[in-house]
């Protein structure tokens, strides 16, 4: 096997990607405290197309060196807003049209395997996803906000995964549902 060059993956320049067209997908970032995780939901943001991040609260914002660490650049193709509160962003997103949805361990919350996104609203609908803080998860406040909840199956000793892998397996999964 050989390894596939930079070159040959073809990947989009800046401007083509701000361009081409992106997954109905919006991520909300609800108090994360680690500009690193930050930085990582831009890397992946912008591997799956995503629209925009939301950063809320004490989460970073750019320019930041730490989140620049992780997004290795992707902070500048990915676009970004700041809400000071959460719970507005998930307002404003409801009344934009979004299914809003936290990524939490709520008693509603529907494993990720058994999502069925047909369940929420027509084509051509728009999610959004909100993550939470790494020590206190999504605010209840903002979950109460939400039209409903996703949770991550685990089978080990701990009650959590990492905020940022847990924004990459998600994130994996509405891609390869919606594009």
Known sequence: MQKTTNDELRRPTPEEFAAQAKLP??????????????????????AFGIERIVLCGITATPPSREIHKSALGAE??????????????VVRLREAGYTVLAVEQVREAVSLERLDLSGFGQPGRRFALVFGNE????????????HGAIEIPQV????????????????WEFFKRLR
């Open 25 to 46: 997908l919006t991520v909300v970032l609800d108090n994360v405290r680690s500009a690193n995780n930050t930085g990582a939901f831009f890397r992946t943001g912008d």
């Open 76 to 89: 500048l193709t990915v676009a970004w807003d700041y809400e000071a509160e959460t719970t507005a962003a």
């Open 135 to 146: 020590v206190e998860g999504v605010g209840q406040a903002v979950v109460d906000l939400c």
């Open 156 to 171: 080990g000793t701990k009650h959590s995964l990492n905020v940022a892998v847990s924004g990459g397996m998600v994130l």
